[in-house]
């Protein structure tokens, strides 16, 4: 390791930790696992002059039955979340996604907050937030908000985290007990960060689709939840669907872009058959948690 | 899988080593994290060194500020190439050829590329030199980047001095009459084009270098590289230091593939920073460094016409190339060993080329795993395309075409003598192994259901253990000694760079001295020991090292036989040594370890036959042949998947004949890694570059390396033809890199057939460029970003040297310049594939046409007679006998005090001869 100098703190609770940030004036980055920052810090594209371990929070870490939900801890290791009993059996699209993240190496250190928080636009956990209508709560010495991770997400690694703040969770609202599970990704090699990717999850009940959340990634510059879609396939009896028709529309829900490894025409050609055939697939069989 | 054919042994002992698949020596050390690697060196009072390097492509440095950083606490030292230059140094190419552009080890006036470096920055640690680096300020003058191969035919040359873009050149620009006419008047004219992505050589241990001045002019270096005698040669010859002044050691090494055949542009300024500042100093490079920075590799472009009669049998063929050198190749280079094989192994009567290297301003050209891959990539391609077109078998075409034993021996359309090839019987047993029907079959029935199954071929051969053919390619040195204690050790000069060199070496010690093999140990990595060897380059060391390896222990055998023989009252021939124990025939009670021979051979010199040199040592220099060829056909299976464009690699069968295979386990640990980065190269990875210069992957999440996923189980079968070398074999470590791109890229042409031909290959196959296919449309929008990138037609490329010189102004001048005697000296330049070769001719004419001359050059005189002079143009021909016998036709055209033209040089094809009156 050769990064620039920093200061390194490890608060033990997150008053302290959140005192720290504040007192550092924008300096300071936190550190979970490290697993995208310790290569940035050693290549010198990341150099904060304060680096907030947040290891040592126990309120930080877990996974916990809340009212209405789920609640993982943020510095939760994405090994331990895979291996966790309470997601599995209630998160059940989480624990897909998670699977795809980095590698087993990687997922021993790196944690669900860690990933949440960066915003990477092409990475698993983000849109698996906003496609299950998670909530990320967020504090800071000014006090403590909850944020849908909908409107967490402005851009590439750019969310509306302002320096002095700490995501101290992810909650996840319930979904019942049978509902559908729709996971999707192209990546060129296991662990990648996707080319296209979608996530989510619907109910049926009483033979109508009763409540669905879905989100592209790697399909824009943030996950993109696919509104229309959400909103079209509300209240609607599986076998009525237009399936082709509605993946044009959950394209048109995307801004996909081009970048050395696709171009933003193959995101959306790829993406349009990648609904079609994902939520088929969850239909047809019945795919469930 | 594998069948073996065991060369008899010339040895003694009945254990066999050669052909056994025993773990490596290497193994456990290197699993186990005990590997030494140039990092892992730590030197009492070492300091680290960091780089300051240019952000821009291309620009005139206005002002260096390092005041600042030089107060930094932990700062030791700051060097621009002013103060550097206090240390001068001569940057060779890997022919040990001076550069043709001056290149320093930091940037002067210009810099070239994004990354080249401009200052360097001593320090306690590598984070401070780092810190010190961020406050250094330099000024540009910015100048237009030239970036692509386009870019640089139609730009002003970078590189002050020189007339265009154009680093090397070769071949003629238009094709004769008659290979024109057989072009034209064939039953069929087919043309491929490949554009090359640029590749990053990626190897896992990045460049490093530690630098210790240990007296005025003693020097050592640990430094990961591939021969570090080669090193010390390089070194020595750059700083004009004596050899002996200068000492390499690497003993690990995690990977060149070509990168570190020679040190480049840092490690040259840490050798000349530790002479000058007299500490040990450090430079590890960091991933981001060796993706953005270190020399990179493959940029190219081709196109290549092949006509074919009506029974698919080739007639003629013509080819341009161009590669993109980026600003300093390690050798300005066009690549003539393109079209050198490109048809060695097919019968092709007629092929002609153009070959050139551009200058640009990116990241340097340096060799890479099969340099010039390109042949075989666009000739199998090609065979397959035309297979379509005429309606005949892939396999068939090649049956009809290639080179097969009853056909030799034979020469190529090059010149190329080709007498011991076997890619037609690689093929065979390759089709042997595959039920083609069966798999014909069953891609039917999988399209019927909308999936899309390839299988592809391909056949080659490769040039390998290259020795005198160029002035640092030499035989390599086995010096074998059985110690007192009856342990075999061995100095090698070759070098590992993960080959597993201990570990082959060893086999053929233990097989032809008769010991077990655990009780060899081969040492190697350290130019102080063992003689000078070029090391790991060009598929040479298991051919030449193993033959060298071989001879040595067959010597020190015969000696204990002797030594044997005359203790114990017996004749030599009695004499054998099986597993460490010295037998006489016939008198087992007799038979001693080989530990109490060697004891007496060291201890007891009254034992000792007369005249017998106490000890038991010897040493062989293995000169081969100037190149010993290996052969292979390959073939993989594919599903593409058409929604998505992904490709699944099902199946891959690997039939080469690498002659004797000293252990198929190392063996097939090459073609796999070959093949790992074929496939990297065929699907996944890219160096690109934007259009200011910049390198925009600059870590492992954009730059895609194949992993273990992408890499499918291979399957091998080894043919075992001996080769005409000590021990019969052929190299194998850069195969699988050249076969692998056609084999792969075949499969998928295959799969995707029902939906059109690739018509233009441009690399890597992305999901994106597969659906271009698929959907015969632009998806991934390569089409209109680069509508440009055909080669340029040869009459569009820049004119160059064949442009008359400058008119004198009064054309009385001119007559009577014209009319000047052309005898006397003359200084001319001819341009070589390795390189520019300075040369006095020394031309005496008869007053009736006849001309008769002399060249001289640094390697010795040759006289020449039968040229003839007409009006001004004096064509001659020069037979000569180094670097092999050829002979040189050239035809220069003398127009005052100038000289220009170019000389035909056979399989070389032609190059350019500049000069002017001495």
């Given at each position: 390791m050769k990064p620039a100098p920093f200061d390194y703190v490890r608060p033990a609770s997150i008053d302290e930790a959140c005192t720290i940030l504040s007192e550092a004036g924008g300096g300071a980055t936190v550190i979970a696992g490290g697993q995208t920052l310790v290569p940035l810090l050693n290549l010198r594209m990341s150099q904060p002059f304060v680096l907030v371990d947040i290891g040592a929070i126990p309120e930080l870490r877990g996974v916990d039955r809340v009212v209405g939900g789920i609640r993982v801890g943020p510095m939760t290791r994405q090994a331990d979340a895979l291996e966790d009993q309470l997601l599995a059996q209630h998160l059940p699209a989480f624990v897909r996604a998670l699977s795809h993240v980095g590698h087993h190496q990687t997922r021993n250190r790196g944690t669900i907050g860690g990933s949440v928080a960066l915003g990477e636009p092409a990475a698993e956990m983000p849109a698996t937030a906003v496609a299950l209508g998670a909530e990320i709560e967020i504090a800071s010495i000014r006090g403590t908000r909850r944020v849908p991770a909908e409107a967490f997400y402005l851009g590439p690694y750019m969310t509306v985290l302002e320096p002095d703040e700490l995501v101290t969770g992810i909650i996840y609202p319930d979904w019942p007990q049978g509902h559908l599970v729709v996971f999707q990704e192209l990546a060129q090699r296991p662990g990648d960060f996707a080319l296209v990717g979608m996530v989510g999850a619907l109910v049926i009940e009483g033979g109508l689709i009763q409540r669905v959340g879905l989100s592209w990634f790697g399909m824009g510059p943030t996950p993109m939840k696919m509104r229309r879609v959400e909103a079209e396939l509300q209240g609607k009896a599986p076998d009525a669907l237009d399936l082709k028709s509605l993946s044009r529309l959950a394209v048109s829900d995307a801004a996909p872009f081009d970048d050395h490894h696709a171009s933003a025409e193959y995101r959306r050609t790829v993406g349009g058959r990648m609904f079609t055939r994902s939520i088929g697939d969850a239909l047809a069989l019945g795919e469930v948690a | 899988m594998s069948e073996q054919t065991l060369i008899p042994s010339a040895g003694s002992g009945a254990a066999r080593w050669i052909g056994k698949r025993v773990e490596r020596k290497e193994d456990a050390r290197l699993l186990t994290g005990r590997g030494q690697y140039t990092d892992d060196v730590v030197l009492p009072g070492m300091l680290h060194v960091a780089f300051a390097r240019s952000t821009i492509a291309h620009g005139r440095i206005t002002r260096v500020e390092t005041s600042v950083a030089a107060e930094l606490p932990g700062v030791h030292a700051i060097y621009t190439a002013r103060e550097l230059a206090a240390q001068p140094i001569t940057m060779m190419s890997f022919f040990f050829t001076p550069s043709e552009v001056p290149i320093t080890p930091l940037a002067g006036e210009l810099v070239q590329y994004v990354g080249d470096p401009v200052v360097m920055v001593i320090a306690e640690t590598r984070a401070i030199a780092e810190d010190a680096v961020s406050l250094i300020e330099i000024d540009y003058e910015e100048l237009s980047p030239v970036v692509t191969i386009a870019d640089a035919m139609a730009a002003a040359p970078i590189h002050p001095g020189t007339e265009t873009n154009v680093a090397s050149e070769i071949g003629d620009e238009e094709p004769e009459e008659d290979l024109a006419q057989a072009l034209q008047g064939a039953h069929c004219l087919l043309t491929q084009e490949v554009v090359h992505q640029r590749i990053s050589q990626a190897p896992m241990e990045n460049r490093a270098i530690l630098a210790t001045r240990e007296g005025p002019e003693e020097l050592t270096l640990y430094i990961t590289c591939q021969s570090p005698h080669n090193i010390a040669r390089w070194v020595s010859l750059a700083l004009g230091l004596p050899q002996t002044a200068i000492r390499v050691i690497a003993k690990d090494v995690g990977g060149s593939f070509g990168l570190k055949n020679t040190p480049w542009k840092e490690e040259c300024a840490v050798i000349c920073a530790a002479m000058l500042f007299g500490r040990p100093l450090k430079w590890t490079e960091d991933r981001y460094e060796a993706l953005t920075a270190s020399n990179q590799c493959r940029e190219a472009q081709m196109r290549l016409s092949a006509a074919l009669d009506a029974n698919g049998r080739l007639v003629a063929s013509h080819a341009v190339y161009d590669c993109n050198n980026g600003a300093y190749p390690q050798g300005a280079d066009n690549n003539i060993a393109v079209h050198m094989f490109l048809w060695a192994a097919y019968k092709m009567p007629a092929y002609a080329f153009l070959s050139r290297g551009w200058y640009t301003n990116t990241n340097g050209l340096a060799a890479y795993r099969g340099p010039w891959a390109m042949e075989s990539l666009i000739r199998e391609t090609l065979l397959d395309k035309a297979a379509r077109r005429l309606g005949i078998d892939p396999v068939e075409i090649r049956r009809r075409n290639l080179v097969y034993l009853k056909d030799q021996p034979a020469v190529s359309c090059m010149g190329i003598p080709v007498d011991d090839i076997t890619p037609g019987e690689c093929l065979e047993k390759l089709v042997a192994h595959f039920d083609f029907a069966a798999f014909r079959k069953e891609q039917a029935q999988a399209r019927e259901q909308s999936r899309y199954l390839g299988v592809g071929i391909a056949a080659y051969i490769e040039p390998t253990g290259s020795a005198g053919s160029m002035v640092t390619m030499t035989g390599e040195l086995a010096q074998v000694r059985i110690e007192p204690t009856g342990r075999v050790t061995a100095m090698m000069s070759t070098h590992s760079q993960g080959h597993g060199t201990a570990t082959t070496m060893a086999q053929c010690i233990a097989d032809r001295l008769g010991v077990a093999y655990d009780d060899v140990t081969v040492f190697e990595g350290d130019s102080s020991r063992g003689g000078f060897g070029p090391g790991a380059a060009g598929s040479r060391q298991g051919v030449i090292g193993g033959g060298a390896a071989i001879r040595a222990s067959e010597m020190l055998a015969d000696k204990v036989r002797v030594l044997a023989a005359h203790l114990f009252n017996a004749s030599p021939e009695s004499v054998s040594i099986e597993d460490g124990i010295v037998h006489i025939a016939g008198a087992p009670e007799m038979s001693r370890p080989l530990g109490e021979i060697a004891n007496i051979a060291y201890a007891e010199p009254d034992r000792l036959p007369p005249g017998f040199e106490a000890g038991l040592e010897a040493q062989f220099r293995y000169q081969p042949p100037p190149m010993t060829l290996t052969s292979a056909a390959?073939?993989?299976?594919?599903?593409?998947?058409?929604?998505?464009?992904?490709?699944?690699?099902?199946?891959?069968?690997?039939?080469?004949?690498?002659?004797?295979?000293?252990?198929?386990?190392?063996?097939?640990?090459?073609?796999?890694?070959?093949?790992?980065?074929?496939?990297?190269?065929?699907?996944?990875?890219?160096?690109?570059?934007?259009?200011?210069?910049?390198?925009?992957?600059?870590?492992?999440?954009?730059?895609?390396?194949?992993?273990?996923?992408?890499?499918?189980?291979?399957?091998?079968?080894?043919?075992?033809?001996?080769?005409?070398?000590?021990?019969?074999?052929?190299?194998?470590?850069?195969?699988?890199?050249?076969?692998?791109?056609?084999?792969?890229?075949?499969?998928?042409?295959?799969?995707?057939?029902?939906?059109?031909?690739?018509?233009?290959?441009?690399?890597?196959?992305?999901?994106?460029?597969?659906?271009?296919?698929?959907?015969?449309?632009?998806?991934?929008?390569?089409?209109?970003?680069?509508?440009?990138?055909?080669?340029?037609?040869?009459?569009?490329?820049?004119?160059?040297?064949?442009?008359?010189?400058?008119?004198?102004?009064?054309?009385?001048?001119?007559?009577?310049?014209?009319?000047?005697?052309?005898?006397?000296?003359?200084?001319?330049?001819?341009?070589?594939?390795?390189?520019?070769?300075?040369?006095?001719?020394?031309?005496?004419?008869?007053?009736?046409?006849?001309?008769?001359?002399?060249?001289?050059?640094?390697?010795?005189?040759?006289?020449?007679?039968?040229?003839?002079?007409?009006?001004?143009?004096?064509?001659?021909?020069?037979?000569?006998?180094?670097?092999?016998?050829?002979?040189?036709?050239?035809?220069?055209?003398?127009?005052?005090?100038?000289?220009?033209?170019?000389?035909?040089?056979?399989?070389?094809?032609?190059?350019?001869?500049?000069?002017?009156?001495?």
């Amino acid at each position: 390791m050769k990064p620039a100098p920093f200061d390194y703190v490890r608060p033990a609770s997150i008053d302290e930790a959140c005192t720290i940030l504040s007192e550092a004036g924008g300096g300071a980055t936190v550190i979970a696992g490290g697993q995208t920052l310790v290569p940035l810090l050693n290549l010198r594209m990341s150099q904060p002059f304060v680096l907030v371990d947040i290891g040592a929070i126990p309120e930080l870490r877990g996974v916990d039955r809340v009212v209405g939900g789920i609640r993982v801890g943020p510095m939760t290791r994405q090994a331990d979340a895979l291996e966790d009993q309470l997601l599995a059996q209630h998160l059940p699209a989480f624990v897909r996604a998670l699977s795809h993240v980095g590698h087993h190496q990687t997922r021993n250190r790196g944690t669900i907050g860690g990933s949440v928080a960066l915003g990477e636009p092409a990475a698993e956990m983000p849109a698996t937030a906003v496609a299950l209508g998670a909530e990320i709560e967020i504090a800071s010495i000014r006090g403590t908000r909850r944020v849908p991770a909908e409107a967490f997400y402005l851009g590439p690694y750019m969310t509306v985290l302002e320096p002095d703040e700490l995501v101290t969770g992810i909650i996840y609202p319930d979904w019942p007990q049978g509902h559908l599970v729709v996971f999707q990704e192209l990546a060129q090699r296991p662990g990648d960060f996707a080319l296209v990717g979608m996530v989510g999850a619907l109910v049926i009940e009483g033979g109508l689709i009763q409540r669905v959340g879905l989100s592209w990634f790697g399909m824009g510059p943030t996950p993109m939840k696919m509104r229309r879609v959400e909103a079209e396939l509300q209240g609607k009896a599986p076998d009525a669907l237009d399936l082709k028709s509605l993946s044009r529309l959950a394209v048109s829900d995307a801004a996909p872009f081009d970048d050395h490894h696709a171009s933003a025409e193959y995101r959306r050609t790829v993406g349009g058959r990648m609904f079609t055939r994902s939520i088929g697939d969850a239909l047809a069989l019945g795919e469930v948690a | 899988m594998s069948e073996q054919t065991l060369i008899p042994s010339a040895g003694s002992g009945a254990a066999r080593w050669i052909g056994k698949r025993v773990e490596r020596k290497e193994d456990a050390r290197l699993l186990t994290g005990r590997g030494q690697y140039t990092d892992d060196v730590v030197l009492p009072g070492m300091l680290h060194v960091a780089f300051a390097r240019s952000t821009i492509a291309h620009g005139r440095i206005t002002r260096v500020e390092t005041s600042v950083a030089a107060e930094l606490p932990g700062v030791h030292a700051i060097y621009t190439a002013r103060e550097l230059a206090a240390q001068p140094i001569t940057m060779m190419s890997f022919f040990f050829t001076p550069s043709e552009v001056p290149i320093t080890p930091l940037a002067g006036e210009l810099v070239q590329y994004v990354g080249d470096p401009v200052v360097m920055v001593i320090a306690e640690t590598r984070a401070i030199a780092e810190d010190a680096v961020s406050l250094i300020e330099i000024d540009y003058e910015e100048l237009s980047p030239v970036v692509t191969i386009a870019d640089a035919m139609a730009a002003a040359p970078i590189h002050p001095g020189t007339e265009t873009n154009v680093a090397s050149e070769i071949g003629d620009e238009e094709p004769e009459e008659d290979l024109a006419q057989a072009l034209q008047g064939a039953h069929c004219l087919l043309t491929q084009e490949v554009v090359h992505q640029r590749i990053s050589q990626a190897p896992m241990e990045n460049r490093a270098i530690l630098a210790t001045r240990e007296g005025p002019e003693e020097l050592t270096l640990y430094i990961t590289c591939q021969s570090p005698h080669n090193i010390a040669r390089w070194v020595s010859l750059a700083l004009g230091l004596p050899q002996t002044a200068i000492r390499v050691i690497a003993k690990d090494v995690g990977g060149s593939f070509g990168l570190k055949n020679t040190p480049w542009k840092e490690e040259c300024a840490v050798i000349c920073a530790a002479m000058l500042f007299g500490r040990p100093l450090k430079w590890t490079e960091d991933r981001y460094e060796a993706l953005t920075a270190s020399n990179q590799c493959r940029e190219a472009q081709m196109r290549l016409s092949a006509a074919l009669d009506a029974n698919g049998r080739l007639v003629a063929s013509h080819a341009v190339y161009d590669c993109n050198n980026g600003a300093y190749p390690q050798g300005a280079d066009n690549n003539i060993a393109v079209h050198m094989f490109l048809w060695a192994a097919y019968k092709m009567p007629a092929y002609a080329f153009l070959s050139r290297g551009w200058y640009t301003n990116t990241n340097g050209l340096a060799a890479y795993r099969g340099p010039w891959a390109m042949e075989s990539l666009i000739r199998e391609t090609l065979l397959d395309k035309a297979a379509r077109r005429l309606g005949i078998d892939p396999v068939e075409i090649r049956r009809r075409n290639l080179v097969y034993l009853k056909d030799q021996p034979a020469v190529s359309c090059m010149g190329i003598p080709v007498d011991d090839i076997t890619p037609g019987e690689c093929l065979e047993k390759l089709v042997a192994h595959f039920d083609f029907a069966a798999f014909r079959k069953e891609q039917a029935q999988a399209r019927e259901q909308s999936r899309y199954l390839g299988v592809g071929i391909a056949a080659y051969i490769e040039p390998t253990g290259s020795a005198g053919s160029m002035v640092t390619m030499t035989g390599e040195l086995a010096q074998v000694r059985i110690e007192p204690t009856g342990r075999v050790t061995a100095m090698m000069s070759t070098h590992s760079q993960g080959h597993g060199t201990a570990t082959t070496m060893a086999q053929c010690i233990a097989d032809r001295l008769g010991v077990a093999y655990d009780d060899v140990t081969v040492f190697e990595g350290d130019s102080s020991r063992g003689g000078f060897g070029p090391g790991a380059a060009g598929s040479r060391q298991g051919v030449i090292g193993g033959g060298a390896a071989i001879r040595a222990s067959e010597m020190l055998a015969d000696k204990v036989r002797v030594l044997a023989a005359h203790l114990f009252n017996a004749s030599p021939e009695s004499v054998s040594i099986e597993d460490g124990i010295v037998h006489i025939a016939g008198a087992p009670e007799m038979s001693r370890p080989l530990g109490e021979i060697a004891n007496i051979a060291y201890a007891e010199p009254d034992r000792l036959p007369p005249g017998f040199e106490a000890g038991l040592e010897a040493q062989f220099r293995y000169q081969p042949p100037p190149m010993t060829l290996t052969s292979a056909a390959h073939l993989c299976v594919v599903e593409v998947d058409t929604d998505t464009g992904f490709v699944k690699i099902l199946r891959w069968i690997s039939s080469e004949d690498c002659g004797t295979v000293i252990n198929p386990g190392v063996v097939e640990g090459q073609i796999s890694g070959g093949l790992a980065q074929a496939i990297g190269m065929v699907l996944l990875e890219e160096m690109p570059y934007d259009a200011r210069g910049n390198p925009t992957a600059a870590t492992f999440k954009d730059y895609l390396l194949p992993a273990i996923s992408d890499v499918p189980v291979f399957e091998f079968i080894h043919a075992n033809t001996p080769s005409k070398t000590i021990g019969g074999m052929r190299g194998v470590g850069e195969g699988g890199a050249i076969i692998g791109p056609p084999t792969l890229v075949n499969a998928i042409a295959d799969a995707l057939s029902p939906f059109g031909e690739i018509e233009k290959l441009v690399l890597p196959l992305t999901p994106a460029r597969i659906l271009d296919i698929v959907e015969q449309r632009d998806v991934s929008g390569f089409g209109a970003s680069h509508s440009e990138m055909a080669t340029a037609p040869v009459a569009d490329a820049v004119q160059e040297p064949e442009a008359p010189p400058p008119m004198p102004e009064n054309s009385q001048e001119q007559s009577a310049a014209e009319a000047r005697s052309i005898d006397g000296d003359w200084n001319m330049v001819l341009k070589t594939p390795m390189g520019p070769q300075p040369m006095v001719v020394t031309f005496a004419t008869d007053g009736a046409g006849g001309v008769s001359g002399m060249f001289s050059s640094a390697e010795g005189s040759q006289a020449f007679d039968g040229g003839r002079l007409d009006a001004g143009r004096v064509r001659f021909d020069l037979k000569v006998e180094k670097p092999m016998k050829i002979t040189l036709k050239y035809d220069l055209l003398i127009e005052g005090d100038i000289v220009s033209g170019k000389c035909k040089m056979g399989m070389f094809g032609s190059a350019k001869v500049t000069g002017q009156r001495a």
